[in-house]
């Protein structure tokens, strides 16, 4: 049998640089989202020319 001669072996070692590790490189930040805003403002907008167009067909049949 061999035996192991290493003067660093630490039972806990694989635990500490572990911890090491997670406190160097957090968890990176969740992307923005994208704002609702625009859809919404171009959902209206779409709403309205049609409503408009409707109302010229309307006024002019």
Do not use: C, K, Y
């Not at 694989?14 to 704002?35: G, I, K, S, W, Y």
């Amino acid at each position: 049998m061999t035996q192991n001669n290493d003067p660093n072996l630490d039972p806990a070692g694989n635990t500490q640089h572990f911890r090491r590790f997670v406190d160097e490189n957090p968890e990176p930040e969740e992307p923005a989202r994208r704002p609702i805003l625009p859809l919404v403002l171009a959902g209206v907008g779409v709403v309205l020319a049609i409503a408009v167009v409707v109302a010229l067909v309307l006024a002019f049949s």
